[in-house]
T-cell receptor, first 114, second 113 residues
Framework: DGGITQSPKYLFRKEGQNVTLSCEQN?????MYWYRQDPGQGLRLIYY???????QKGDIAEGYSVSREKKESFPLTVTSAQKNPTAFYLC?????????????FGSGTQLSVL | GEDVEQSLFLSVREGDSSVINCTYT??????LYWYKQEPGAGLQLLTY?????DMKQDQRLTVLLNKKDKHLSLRIADTQTGDSAIYFC?????????????FGKGTMLLVSP
């Protein structure tokens, strides 16, 4: 089945620790995205990548880092600089054509601080 | 910055119609989108409308677009308890040659039997 897989489903972070959220897609999509969802805040864009080895900051990139070494994979690292990391993180992908930004989402990772 | 506004909550009875409203800001958006999110899950694309259309119907879903007022609505006919979820409106934003989606904060639809 084609789709987007996020792992793990639940993740706990200790004080001062970096954690990495995985996102893999087999849809052959060029573009991939990370969003953060807080209750009552909707979705906010963290980082996005239109092609391999290239990515851009979104609205709330501080305290996060990404890499895009392969088309299929777009991992997100939540660094210790992110002081309020507890949230639901959603990865998405799209074909990447301007004017057709239909996003397909993974099932999300809930990150909590211990 | 760009803002997509939605009402936060809507409660209807099973069998009634639901109408979820949204206002957006970028008049150059090519498409406008409606997504559905069930608890603890990702977002599912429900439907979308091209910006040169006024209306799009897809089974129980009807999307209306008023470009002059930058107003988008989603009507769900014969609403069922399984339609209870959060519904997000989204517009495409072009930023430095790249397109991304900006989402509203979501409307929680509660359908009672």
């Amino acid at each position: 089945d084609g789709g987007i897989t996020q792992s793990p489903k639940y993740l706990f972070r200790k004080e001062g620790q970096n954690v990495t959220l995985s996102c893999e897609q087999n849809l052959n999509h060029d573009a991939m995205y990370w969003y953060r969802q807080d209750p009552g805040q909707g979705l906010r864009l963290i980082y996005y990548s239109q092609i391999v080895n290239d990515f851009q900051k979104g609205d709330i990139a501080e305290g996060y880092s990404v890499s895009r070494e392969k088309k299929e994979s777009f991992p997100l690292t939540v660094t210790s600089a992110q002081k309020n990391p507890t949230a639901f993180y959603l990865c998405a992908s799209s074909i990447g054509d301007r004017g057709d930004e239909k996003l397909f989402f993974g099932s999300g990772t809930q990150l909590s601080v211990l | 910055g760009e803002d997509v506004e939605q009402s936060l909550f809507l409660s209807v009875r099973e069998g009634d119609s639901s109408v979820i409203n949204c206002t957006y800001t970028d008049s150059s958006s090519t498409y406008l989108y409606w997504y559905k999110q069930e608890p603890g899950a990702g977002l599912q694309l429900l439907t979308y409308i091209f910006s040169n259309m006024d209306m799009k119907q897809d089974q129980r879903l009807t999307v209306l677009l008023n470009k002059k007022d930058k107003h988008l609505s989603l009507r769900i006919a014969d609403t069922q308890t399984g339609d209870s979820a959060i519904y997000f409106c989204a517009e495409s934003i072009n930023d430095s040659g790249y397109s991304t989606l900006t989402f509203g904060k979501g409307t929680m639809l509660l359908v009672s039997p």
